[in-house]
T-cell receptor
């Protein structure tokens, strides 16, 4: 069974601070995706990383895929209240149809 | 707005009853996946339908079943409801399977079993 462990589980910070959340596994994933989910809504895809060592930037968000394709990180610079939400990592492992999700990091950015 | 619509948005059922949840996929998408998200957890894969056939299944009992119709819309049926079935049920649509293609989630159906 492939598992994705996310840390921290909860994070509460002040507006303007930087933060990093982590997604780790003992298994290799062909790709990893990061989603953001707001209360009462479905997850929305932020980015997909495919190549080991890959770094992608989306405005103030920086995503990195580990060299061994077993882990990933999401770094947010100068967090804003609008960044508040549940951040989920997910990956395709041995199957090409099943996304395995982590439990998520619940981020609260206080004004 | 992902173009994936689910109904109903909220419902309450009694233990032992049966429920049907519906999903209309994004235009042009022939693949629908269903996920269960319990409170405080990430989504768990239930099954996927591709061109009206079940294409893969997660670790869920047979009382969880589904259908995909010729227009690629889908239903999730759960029989003999248990309290632990209380969760957000998410439908996601994509083109030609999932891996390598972006999948789009609906807003989900909140099921409460009492």
């Amino acid at each position: 069974t492939q598992l994705l462990e996310q840390s921290p589980q909860f994070l509460s910070i002040q507006e303007g601070e930087n933060l990093t959340v982590y997604c780790n596994s003992s298994s290799v994933f062909s790709s990893l995706q990061w989603y953001r989910q707001e209360p009462g809504e479905g997850p929305v895809l932020l980015v997909t990383v495919v190549t080991g060592g890959e770094v992608k930037k989306l405005k103030r968000l920086t995503f990195q895929f580990g060299d061994a394709r077993k882990d990933s990180s999401l770094h947010i610079t100068a967090a804003q209240p609008g960044d508040t939400g549940l951040y989920l990592c997910a990956g395709y492992g041995g199957s090409n149809y099943k996304l395995t999700f982590g439990k998520g990091t619940l981020l609260t950015v206080n004004p | 707005e992902t173009g994936v619509t689910q109904s109903p948005t909220h419902l309450i059922k009694t233990r032992g009853q049966q429920v049907t949840l519906r999903c209309s996929s994004q235009s042009g998408h022939n693949t629908v996946s269903w996920y269960q998200q319990a409170l405080g957890q990430g989504p768990q894969f239930i099954f996927q339908y591709y061109r009206e056939e079940e294409n893969g299944r997660g670790n869920f009992p047979p009382r969880f079943s589904g259908l995909q119709f010729p227009n690629y819309s889908s239903e999730l049926n759960v029989n003999a409801l248990e309290l632990d079935d209380s969760a957000l049920y998410l439908c996601a649509s994509s083109i030609d399977g999932a891996s390598g293609n972006t999948i789009y989630f609906g807003e989900g159906s909140w099921l409460t079993v009492v």
